[in-house]
Protein backbone atom coordinates (compact mmCIF):
# COMPACT_ATOMS: atom_id res chain seq x y z
CA UNK A 1 0.00 0.00 0.00
CA UNK A 2 1.54 3.31 -0.94
CA UNK A 3 0.35 6.68 1.50
CA UNK A 4 2.10 9.67 0.34
CA UNK A 5 1.31 13.50 0.73
CA UNK A 6 -0.21 15.20 -2.02
CA UNK A 7 2.22 16.67 -5.05
CA UNK A 8 -0.04 18.57 -7.12
CA UNK A 9 -0.31 19.12 -11.30
CA UNK A 10 -1.31 21.07 -13.99
CA UNK A 11 -4.97 19.45 -15.19
CA UNK A 12 -5.36 18.77 -18.94
CA UNK A 13 -9.12 20.16 -18.74
CA UNK A 14 -9.17 23.55 -17.62
CA UNK A 15 -12.94 22.32 -15.66
CA UNK A 16 -10.38 20.07 -13.47
CA UNK A 17 -8.44 23.03 -12.24
CA UNK A 18 -8.33 24.43 -8.83
CA UNK A 19 -9.54 20.59 -7.32
CA UNK A 20 -6.67 18.99 -5.42
CA UNK A 21 -8.48 15.84 -5.86
CA UNK A 22 -7.43 16.07 -9.61
CA UNK A 23 -4.41 17.70 -9.51
CA UNK A 24 -2.93 15.25 -6.66
CA UNK A 25 -3.64 12.47 -9.32
CA UNK A 26 -0.36 11.54 -11.09
CA UNK A 27 -0.08 12.89 -14.68
CA UNK A 28 -1.55 11.03 -17.45
CA UNK A 29 1.29 9.33 -19.32
CA UNK A 30 1.28 9.06 -22.89
CA UNK A 31 0.96 5.97 -24.98
CA UNK A 32 4.71 4.74 -25.01
CA UNK A 33 4.83 6.05 -21.39
CA UNK A 34 1.84 3.49 -20.41
CA UNK A 35 3.19 0.68 -22.23
CA UNK A 36 6.51 1.24 -20.23
CA UNK A 37 4.45 0.64 -16.97
CA UNK A 38 2.09 -2.13 -17.91
CA UNK A 39 5.28 -3.98 -19.21
CA UNK A 40 7.74 -6.11 -17.05
CA UNK A 41 10.41 -8.69 -19.03
CA UNK A 42 12.24 -10.35 -16.40
CA UNK A 43 16.19 -10.21 -15.68
CA UNK A 44 17.94 -12.73 -18.11
CA UNK A 45 21.58 -13.21 -18.96
CA UNK A 46 23.61 -15.74 -20.74
CA UNK A 47 26.05 -16.60 -17.70
CA UNK A 48 23.37 -17.72 -15.92
CA UNK A 49 23.12 -20.79 -17.74
CA UNK A 50 26.84 -22.13 -16.00
CA UNK A 51 25.08 -22.35 -12.84
CA UNK A 52 23.98 -25.65 -10.90
CA UNK A 53 20.91 -27.27 -12.17
CA UNK A 54 19.15 -26.55 -8.96
CA UNK A 55 20.42 -22.94 -8.92
CA UNK A 56 18.87 -22.52 -12.77
CA UNK A 57 15.89 -23.99 -11.97
CA UNK A 58 15.15 -20.95 -9.21
CA UNK A 59 15.60 -18.50 -11.67
CA UNK A 60 12.25 -20.41 -13.45
CA UNK A 61 10.41 -18.45 -10.93
CA UNK A 62 10.97 -15.27 -12.80
CA UNK A 63 8.76 -16.17 -15.68
CA UNK A 64 5.74 -15.51 -13.48
CA UNK A 65 6.75 -12.62 -13.76
CA UNK A 66 6.52 -11.61 -17.34
CA UNK A 67 3.92 -9.13 -18.13
CA UNK A 68 3.06 -8.05 -21.70
CA UNK A 69 0.74 -5.83 -22.19
CA UNK A 70 -2.14 -6.16 -25.01
CA UNK A 71 -4.49 -3.66 -26.38
CA UNK A 72 -7.62 -4.33 -23.80
CA UNK A 73 -4.82 -3.25 -21.21
CA UNK A 74 -4.23 0.26 -22.45
CA UNK A 75 -8.33 1.11 -23.24
CA UNK A 76 -8.75 -0.48 -19.74
CA UNK A 77 -6.18 1.73 -18.43
CA UNK A 78 -7.48 4.99 -20.35
CA UNK A 79 -11.29 4.40 -19.32
CA UNK A 80 -10.47 3.86 -15.27
CA UNK A 81 -8.46 7.12 -15.00
CA UNK A 82 -10.91 9.12 -17.12
CA UNK A 83 -13.79 7.70 -14.54
CA UNK A 84 -11.69 8.45 -11.18
CA UNK A 85 -11.16 12.07 -12.74
CA UNK A 86 -14.76 12.33 -13.96
CA UNK A 87 -15.93 11.29 -10.69
CA UNK A 88 -14.21 13.75 -8.57
CA UNK A 89 -14.85 16.84 -10.89
CA UNK A 90 -18.13 16.99 -8.60
CA UNK A 91 -16.45 16.59 -5.46
CA UNK A 92 -13.62 19.44 -5.10
CA UNK A 93 -12.90 19.99 -1.35
CA UNK A 94 -11.98 23.22 -1.63
CA UNK A 95 -15.88 24.31 -3.02
CA UNK A 96 -18.83 24.64 -0.77
CA UNK A 97 -20.32 21.37 -2.76
CA UNK A 98 -17.67 19.34 -1.96
CA UNK A 99 -17.85 20.18 1.88
CA UNK A 100 -21.05 19.80 1.60
CA UNK A 101 -21.39 16.45 0.31
CA UNK A 102 -18.28 15.22 2.31
CA UNK A 103 -20.37 16.01 5.73
CA UNK A 104 -23.87 15.45 4.78
CA UNK A 105 -24.11 14.01 1.12
CA UNK A 106 -26.15 14.98 -1.78
CA UNK A 107 -29.92 16.52 -1.18
CA UNK A 108 -30.35 17.34 2.55
CA UNK A 109 -33.17 19.09 3.41
CA UNK A 110 -32.16 19.74 6.87
CA UNK A 111 -29.14 21.51 5.93
CA UNK A 112 -29.10 24.98 3.81
CA UNK A 113 -28.07 24.26 -0.07
CA UNK A 114 -24.40 25.62 -0.49
CA UNK A 115 -23.96 28.86 -2.38
CA UNK A 116 -21.76 26.34 -5.35
CA UNK A 117 -25.08 24.33 -5.29
CA UNK A 118 -26.00 20.24 -4.17
CA UNK A 119 -23.37 17.63 -4.70
CA UNK A 120 -24.61 16.06 -8.77
CA UNK A 121 -23.19 12.28 -8.60
CA UNK A 122 -20.87 11.83 -11.63
CA UNK A 123 -19.97 7.67 -11.15
CA UNK A 124 -20.49 5.36 -13.57
CA UNK A 125 -19.82 1.62 -14.35
CA UNK A 126 -17.14 -0.50 -15.85
CA UNK A 127 -17.37 -4.28 -17.03
CA UNK A 128 -14.18 -6.60 -16.81
CA UNK A 129 -15.04 -9.76 -18.10
CA UNK A 130 -12.21 -12.98 -19.00
CA UNK A 131 -11.96 -16.55 -18.66
CA UNK A 132 -10.21 -17.78 -15.13
CA UNK A 133 -6.33 -17.62 -16.30
CA UNK A 134 -6.19 -14.58 -19.05
CA UNK A 135 -4.67 -12.15 -16.72
CA UNK A 136 -7.89 -9.85 -15.56
CA UNK A 137 -7.05 -9.25 -12.19
CA UNK A 138 -3.60 -8.89 -12.79
CA UNK A 139 -4.02 -6.39 -15.30
CA UNK A 140 -6.29 -4.81 -13.30
CA UNK A 141 -3.77 -4.57 -10.25
CA UNK A 142 -1.12 -3.53 -12.47
CA UNK A 143 -3.32 -0.56 -13.94
CA UNK A 144 -4.29 0.51 -9.96
CA UNK A 145 -0.84 0.41 -8.94
CA UNK A 146 -0.52 3.43 -11.03
CA UNK A 147 -2.52 5.35 -8.41
CA UNK A 148 -1.66 6.12 -4.92
CA UNK A 149 -3.74 4.03 -2.47
CA UNK A 150 -4.27 7.04 0.02
CA UNK A 151 -3.03 11.07 -0.49
CA UNK A 152 -3.03 13.20 2.44
CA UNK A 153 -3.35 16.88 2.17
CA UNK A 154 -2.65 19.16 4.42
CA UNK A 155 -2.58 22.73 2.28
CA UNK A 156 -3.73 23.65 -0.58
CA UNK A 157 -3.03 27.38 -2.80
CA UNK A 158 -1.60 28.31 0.63
CA UNK A 159 -4.55 27.37 2.62
CA UNK A 160 -5.20 24.48 5.51
CA UNK A 161 -6.85 21.49 4.05
CA UNK A 162 -6.57 18.45 6.44
CA UNK A 163 -8.49 15.70 4.00
CA UNK A 164 -7.28 12.26 3.82
CA UNK A 165 -8.47 10.81 -0.04
CA UNK A 166 -8.64 7.31 -0.74
CA UNK A 167 -8.44 7.19 -4.38
CA UNK A 168 -9.44 3.52 -5.35
CA UNK A 169 -10.70 0.35 -2.94
CA UNK A 170 -10.78 -3.41 -4.29
CA UNK A 171 -12.54 -6.26 -3.01
CA UNK A 172 -13.86 -9.52 -3.35
CA UNK A 173 -17.88 -10.05 -4.23
CA UNK A 174 -18.71 -12.79 -1.04
CA UNK A 175 -19.75 -16.62 -2.42
CA UNK A 176 -23.24 -15.99 -0.99
CA UNK A 177 -23.70 -12.20 -2.81
CA UNK A 178 -24.84 -11.22 0.46
CA UNK A 179 -24.99 -7.36 0.93
CA UNK A 180 -23.58 -7.48 5.05
CA UNK A 181 -20.56 -9.44 3.53
CA UNK A 182 -19.97 -6.83 0.48
CA UNK A 183 -20.21 -3.96 3.06
CA UNK A 184 -17.43 -5.99 5.62
CA UNK A 185 -15.16 -5.73 3.03
CA UNK A 186 -15.27 -2.50 1.76
CA UNK A 187 -15.83 -1.35 5.50
CA UNK A 188 -11.90 -3.34 6.19
CA UNK A 189 -10.63 -2.34 2.99
CA UNK A 190 -11.08 1.50 3.81
CA UNK A 191 -10.02 1.05 7.15
CA UNK A 192 -6.67 -0.23 5.75
CA UNK A 193 -6.14 2.29 3.62
CA UNK A 194 -6.94 5.22 6.14
CA UNK A 195 -4.79 3.18 8.86
CA UNK A 196 -6.96 3.93 11.11
CA UNK A 197 -7.62 0.34 12.92
CA UNK A 198 -10.89 -1.70 12.97
CA UNK A 199 -14.41 0.04 12.83
CA UNK A 200 -16.99 -1.88 15.02
CA UNK A 201 -19.60 -2.76 12.09
CA UNK A 202 -22.86 -1.74 12.78
CA UNK A 203 -25.72 -4.21 13.94
CA UNK A 204 -28.01 -3.77 11.12
CA UNK A 205 -28.20 -3.25 7.54
CA UNK A 206 -29.42 0.04 7.29
CA UNK A 207 -26.87 1.10 9.70
CA UNK A 208 -24.38 -0.46 8.53
CA UNK A 209 -25.46 1.13 4.94
CA UNK A 210 -25.25 4.07 6.77
CA UNK A 211 -21.90 3.73 7.93
CA UNK A 212 -20.47 3.16 4.65
CA UNK A 213 -21.68 5.83 2.95
CA UNK A 214 -20.27 7.77 5.56
CA UNK A 215 -16.40 6.34 5.26
CA UNK A 216 -16.91 6.84 1.55
CA UNK A 217 -17.83 10.58 1.84
CA UNK A 218 -15.17 11.16 4.29
CA UNK A 219 -12.73 9.76 2.74
CA UNK A 220 -13.41 10.98 -0.39
CA UNK A 221 -13.40 7.51 -2.42
CA UNK A 222 -12.67 7.99 -6.02
CA UNK A 223 -13.12 4.13 -7.36
CA UNK A 224 -14.14 0.71 -6.50
CA UNK A 225 -13.13 -2.05 -8.13
CA UNK A 226 -15.76 -5.66 -7.05
CA UNK A 227 -13.67 -8.47 -8.41
CA UNK A 228 -15.43 -12.31 -8.35
CA UNK A 229 -18.87 -11.13 -9.40
CA UNK A 230 -19.82 -13.76 -11.25
CA UNK A 231 -20.85 -15.40 -7.36
CA UNK A 232 -24.02 -13.37 -8.44
CA UNK A 233 -24.90 -16.10 -10.51
CA UNK A 234 -25.40 -18.68 -7.29
CA UNK A 235 -26.63 -15.77 -5.30
CA UNK A 236 -30.31 -16.89 -3.23
CA UNK A 237 -33.19 -16.01 -4.22
CA UNK A 238 -33.45 -12.00 -3.92
CA UNK A 239 -29.38 -12.23 -3.08
CA UNK A 240 -28.32 -10.90 -6.51
CA UNK A 241 -31.14 -8.27 -6.81
CA UNK A 242 -30.13 -6.59 -3.31
CA UNK A 243 -26.73 -6.83 -4.54
CA UNK A 244 -27.34 -4.34 -7.10
CA UNK A 245 -29.77 -2.74 -5.53
CA UNK A 246 -26.61 -1.61 -3.35
CA UNK A 247 -23.94 -0.93 -6.24
CA UNK A 248 -26.85 1.19 -8.18
CA UNK A 249 -27.06 3.49 -4.91
CA UNK A 250 -23.30 3.98 -4.44
CA UNK A 251 -23.02 4.99 -8.49
CA UNK A 252 -26.29 6.99 -7.82
CA UNK A 253 -25.87 8.52 -4.52
CA UNK A 254 -22.66 8.44 -3.77
CA UNK A 255 -20.70 8.90 -7.45
CA UNK A 256 -18.46 6.28 -7.50
CA UNK A 257 -17.12 4.84 -10.30
CA UNK A 258 -17.72 0.93 -10.22
CA UNK A 259 -15.73 -1.73 -12.24
CA UNK A 260 -17.00 -5.37 -12.44
CA UNK A 261 -14.46 -7.91 -12.57
CA UNK A 262 -15.82 -11.25 -13.36
CA UNK A 263 -15.97 -14.85 -15.63
CA UNK A 264 -18.01 -15.13 -18.46
CA UNK A 265 -21.12 -16.42 -16.29
CA UNK A 266 -21.78 -13.18 -15.18
CA UNK A 267 -22.56 -11.09 -18.62
CA UNK A 268 -25.79 -14.08 -18.75
CA UNK A 269 -26.75 -11.91 -15.40
CA UNK A 270 -26.49 -8.60 -17.27
CA UNK A 271 -28.39 -9.35 -19.90
CA UNK A 272 -31.51 -10.56 -18.05
CA UNK A 273 -31.67 -6.27 -17.00
CA UNK A 274 -31.54 -3.66 -19.24
CA UNK A 275 -30.75 -1.34 -16.41
CA UNK A 276 -28.16 -3.39 -14.90
CA UNK A 277 -26.28 -4.46 -18.43
CA UNK A 278 -26.57 -0.06 -19.34
CA UNK A 279 -25.04 1.01 -16.06
CA UNK A 280 -22.27 -1.75 -15.66
CA UNK A 281 -21.06 -0.53 -19.37
CA UNK A 282 -21.49 2.58 -18.95
CA UNK A 283 -17.87 3.81 -19.16
CA UNK A 284 -16.46 0.89 -20.82
CA UNK A 285 -16.93 -3.04 -21.30
CA UNK A 286 -13.55 -4.73 -22.14
CA UNK A 287 -13.46 -8.67 -22.44
CA UNK A 288 -9.78 -10.62 -22.18
CA UNK A 289 -9.96 -13.38 -24.31
CA UNK A 290 -7.55 -15.88 -24.80
CA UNK A 291 -4.98 -15.03 -27.51
CA UNK A 292 -5.60 -16.08 -30.96
CA UNK A 293 -3.19 -17.40 -33.49
CA UNK A 294 -1.69 -14.33 -34.40
CA UNK A 295 0.91 -11.55 -33.91
CA UNK A 296 0.14 -10.84 -30.12
CA UNK A 297 0.77 -14.39 -29.81
CA UNK A 298 3.65 -14.37 -32.00
CA UNK A 299 4.94 -11.11 -29.95
CA UNK A 300 4.52 -12.74 -26.49
CA UNK A 301 5.81 -16.28 -27.30
CA UNK A 302 9.19 -14.28 -28.26
CA UNK A 303 9.19 -12.20 -25.30
CA UNK A 304 8.69 -15.76 -23.17
CA UNK A 305 11.42 -18.01 -25.11
CA UNK A 306 14.12 -15.71 -24.26
CA UNK A 307 13.74 -16.64 -20.61
CA UNK A 308 15.82 -20.09 -21.25
CA UNK A 309 17.87 -21.40 -17.97
CA UNK A 310 19.16 -24.15 -19.82
CA UNK A 311 22.83 -24.91 -21.23
CA UNK A 312 21.51 -24.90 -24.96
CA UNK A 313 19.73 -22.10 -26.14
CA UNK A 314 17.17 -23.64 -28.60
CA UNK A 315 15.75 -21.40 -31.19
CA UNK A 316 12.43 -20.81 -31.31
CA UNK A 317 10.76 -22.42 -34.51
CA UNK A 318 6.89 -22.11 -36.11
CA UNK A 319 6.67 -25.33 -35.11
CA UNK A 320 7.13 -24.52 -31.29
CA UNK A 321 5.35 -21.60 -31.28
CA UNK A 322 2.36 -23.76 -32.62
CA UNK A 323 3.05 -26.35 -30.17
CA UNK A 324 2.96 -24.03 -27.03
CA UNK A 325 -0.29 -22.63 -28.36
CA UNK A 326 -1.83 -25.98 -28.81
CA UNK A 327 -1.00 -27.02 -25.66
CA UNK A 328 -1.92 -24.09 -23.80
CA UNK A 329 -5.07 -23.30 -26.11
CA UNK A 330 -4.09 -19.19 -25.70
CA UNK A 331 -4.01 -18.85 -22.38
CA UNK A 332 -1.01 -16.90 -21.30
CA UNK A 333 -0.99 -18.52 -17.64
CA UNK A 334 -0.90 -22.16 -18.98
CA UNK A 335 1.46 -21.05 -21.60
CA UNK A 336 4.11 -19.94 -18.71
CA UNK A 337 3.26 -22.97 -16.46
CA UNK A 338 3.99 -25.71 -19.46
CA UNK A 339 6.87 -23.99 -20.88
CA UNK A 340 8.37 -23.47 -17.10
CA UNK A 341 7.47 -27.32 -16.41
CA UNK A 342 9.31 -28.17 -19.62
CA UNK A 343 12.30 -26.38 -18.36
CA UNK A 344 12.19 -27.65 -14.74
CA UNK A 345 11.66 -31.22 -16.00
CA UNK A 346 14.88 -30.67 -18.87
CA UNK A 347 17.59 -28.65 -16.87
CA UNK A 348 19.98 -31.82 -15.21
CA UNK A 349 18.44 -34.19 -17.76
CA UNK A 350 22.04 -34.81 -19.83
CA UNK A 351 19.87 -33.08 -22.77
CA UNK A 352 18.27 -29.56 -22.33
CA UNK A 353 16.81 -29.10 -25.92
CA UNK A 354 13.38 -27.86 -25.77
CA UNK A 355 11.57 -30.12 -28.20
CA UNK A 356 7.96 -30.84 -29.39
CA UNK A 357 7.94 -33.65 -26.97
CA UNK A 358 9.81 -32.41 -23.90
CA UNK A 359 6.29 -29.28 -25.03
CA UNK A 360 4.39 -32.75 -24.37
CA UNK A 361 5.58 -33.84 -21.17
CA UNK A 362 6.38 -30.54 -19.44
CA UNK A 363 1.86 -30.08 -20.31
CA UNK A 364 1.09 -33.46 -19.14
CA UNK A 365 2.95 -32.20 -15.50
CA UNK A 366 1.78 -28.85 -15.57
CA UNK A 367 -1.96 -29.01 -16.57
CA UNK A 368 -3.93 -31.74 -14.32
CA UNK A 369 -6.91 -30.71 -13.07
CA UNK A 370 -7.67 -28.23 -16.26
CA UNK A 371 -7.11 -30.93 -18.51
CA UNK A 372 -10.64 -31.93 -19.68
CA UNK A 373 -11.46 -27.77 -19.84
CA UNK A 374 -8.19 -27.34 -22.03
CA UNK A 375 -9.61 -30.33 -24.67
CA UNK A 376 -12.65 -28.95 -24.54
CA UNK A 377 -10.63 -25.63 -25.72
CA UNK A 378 -8.77 -27.65 -27.86
CA UNK A 379 -11.65 -29.40 -29.71
CA UNK A 380 -13.23 -26.22 -30.48
CA UNK A 381 -10.00 -24.78 -31.93
CA UNK A 382 -10.00 -27.46 -34.00
CA UNK A 383 -13.88 -27.01 -34.87
CA UNK A 384 -13.35 -23.19 -35.83
CA UNK A 385 -10.04 -24.02 -38.06
CA UNK A 386 -12.27 -26.50 -40.17
CA UNK A 387 -15.24 -23.90 -40.37
CA UNK A 388 -12.64 -20.73 -41.18
CA UNK A 389 -11.42 -23.48 -44.22
CA UNK A 390 -14.40 -24.55 -45.59
CA UNK A 391 -15.65 -21.44 -45.80
CA UNK A 392 -12.96 -19.81 -47.97
CA UNK A 393 -12.61 -23.09 -50.03
CA UNK A 394 -16.58 -22.12 -50.21
CA UNK A 395 -15.97 -18.76 -51.11
CA UNK A 396 -13.57 -19.58 -53.40
CA UNK A 397 -15.75 -22.11 -55.22
CA UNK A 398 -18.21 -19.90 -55.46
CA UNK A 399 -16.29 -17.13 -57.37
CA UNK A 400 -14.81 -19.67 -59.76
CA UNK A 401 -18.39 -20.52 -60.44
CA UNK A 402 -19.23 -16.83 -61.15
CA UNK A 403 -16.29 -16.23 -63.10
CA UNK A 404 -17.21 -19.32 -65.36
CA UNK A 405 -20.89 -18.32 -65.81
CA UNK A 406 -20.71 -14.75 -67.00
CA UNK A 407 -16.90 -15.62 -68.84
CA UNK A 408 -17.21 -15.12 -72.69
CA UNK A 409 -15.88 -17.91 -74.88
CA UNK A 410 -12.76 -15.83 -76.64
CA UNK A 411 -12.78 -12.75 -74.53
CA UNK A 412 -10.58 -11.70 -71.96
CA UNK A 413 -13.55 -10.95 -69.73
CA UNK A 414 -13.02 -10.91 -66.35
CA UNK A 415 -15.28 -10.52 -63.22
CA UNK A 416 -13.15 -8.16 -60.36
CA UNK A 417 -15.24 -7.78 -57.11
CA UNK A 418 -14.97 -4.39 -55.59
CA UNK A 419 -17.27 -1.56 -53.93
CA UNK A 420 -19.26 -0.32 -57.50
CA UNK A 421 -20.85 2.87 -55.82
CA UNK A 422 -17.53 4.43 -56.03
CA UNK A 423 -15.99 4.98 -59.49
CA UNK A 424 -12.42 3.45 -59.30
CA UNK A 425 -11.27 6.10 -62.09
CA UNK A 426 -10.71 9.52 -60.10
CA UNK A 427 -10.69 11.02 -63.61
CA UNK A 428 -14.43 10.29 -64.08
CA UNK A 429 -15.63 10.91 -60.70
CA UNK A 430 -17.30 14.19 -61.07
CA UNK A 431 -18.92 13.23 -64.76
CA UNK A 432 -20.12 9.65 -63.14
CA UNK A 433 -21.57 11.41 -60.09
CA UNK A 434 -23.25 14.01 -62.25
CA UNK A 435 -24.93 11.38 -64.22
CA UNK A 436 -25.93 9.21 -60.91
CA UNK A 437 -27.78 12.39 -59.80
CA UNK A 438 -29.58 13.08 -63.12
CA UNK A 439 -32.88 13.24 -62.98
CA UNK A 440 -33.63 12.70 -67.09
CA UNK A 441 -30.93 10.72 -68.25
CA UNK A 442 -33.49 10.31 -71.48
CA UNK A 443 -33.28 13.98 -72.21
CA UNK A 444 -29.21 14.15 -72.40
CA UNK A 445 -28.79 10.93 -74.72
CA UNK A 446 -27.66 12.17 -77.97
CA UNK A 447 -29.15 9.32 -79.62
CA UNK A 448 -31.17 7.10 -77.35
CA UNK A 449 -31.97 4.64 -79.88
CA UNK A 450 -28.69 3.70 -80.40
CA UNK A 451 -28.03 0.23 -78.16
CA UNK A 452 -31.30 -1.31 -79.53
CA UNK A 453 -30.39 -0.33 -83.20
CA UNK A 454 -26.93 -2.19 -82.59
CA UNK A 455 -28.76 -5.03 -81.06
CA UNK A 456 -30.79 -5.69 -84.44
CA UNK A 457 -28.02 -5.77 -86.69
CA UNK A 458 -25.67 -8.29 -88.35
CA UNK A 459 -22.41 -6.60 -86.50
CA UNK A 460 -23.53 -4.98 -82.87
CA UNK A 461 -19.65 -4.38 -82.02
CA UNK A 462 -18.94 -2.87 -85.32
CA UNK A 463 -21.96 -0.72 -84.92
CA UNK A 464 -20.86 0.94 -81.69
CA UNK A 465 -17.76 1.09 -82.85
CA UNK A 466 -17.94 3.08 -85.66
CA UNK A 467 -20.67 5.59 -83.51
CA UNK A 468 -17.75 6.47 -80.90
CA UNK A 469 -19.47 4.31 -78.31
CA UNK A 470 -17.32 1.42 -77.94
CA UNK A 471 -13.51 1.65 -77.89
CA UNK A 472 -11.81 -2.10 -78.80
CA UNK A 473 -8.44 -1.14 -79.25
CA UNK A 474 -7.83 1.89 -76.12
CA UNK A 475 -4.06 2.08 -76.47
CA UNK A 476 -3.95 2.49 -80.67
CA UNK A 477 -6.78 4.94 -79.65
CA UNK A 478 -4.86 7.51 -77.05
CA UNK A 479 -1.26 6.76 -78.30
Given at each position: ?29 D ?19 L???Y ?59 P ?20 G?S ?12 T???K ?24 I ?45 V????Q ?32 N ?14 R ?16 E ?12 Q????I ?5 E??D ?53 VR ?24 T ?6 V ?7 P ?24 Y ?14 G ?11 I ?10
Amino acid sequence: MRVSEAVYHKTILIEHSGNPLIEALPEKPDDNELYDYLCYYPAHDNSERLLSAYERVEYLARLKDLRQPLPVHMECFRAIDTAIRHSYSSKNPASPTGEHFRYFGGKDVMTPEPVTGLFVPKGTGLTVIGESGVGKSCMLEKILEFFDDTILHKRYKNQAMPVTQVVWIKVDCPSDASIRGLCLAILRELDRKLECGETRPASTIDTLLDQIESRIRFCYLGFMVIDEMQYLNVAKSGGSDHMVGFIHNLVNKLGIPILFCANPPFDDFLRKSFRTARRAEASGYFTVEMLEKNECWDFFVSELWRLQWTDVITPLTSELSDRLFHLSVGNLDLAVRIYSETQRLLIGSGDERITLCALDSGAASAIRATRKLVEVRQDELRFLKALSENKKKRISTEFDETVRSTAVVEKSFVVIPGDLSRCPHPEFQKRVIELRDCSNLYGIMSDPGLIVRASEGHNPLLDLTEAGILCVDPLAAFM
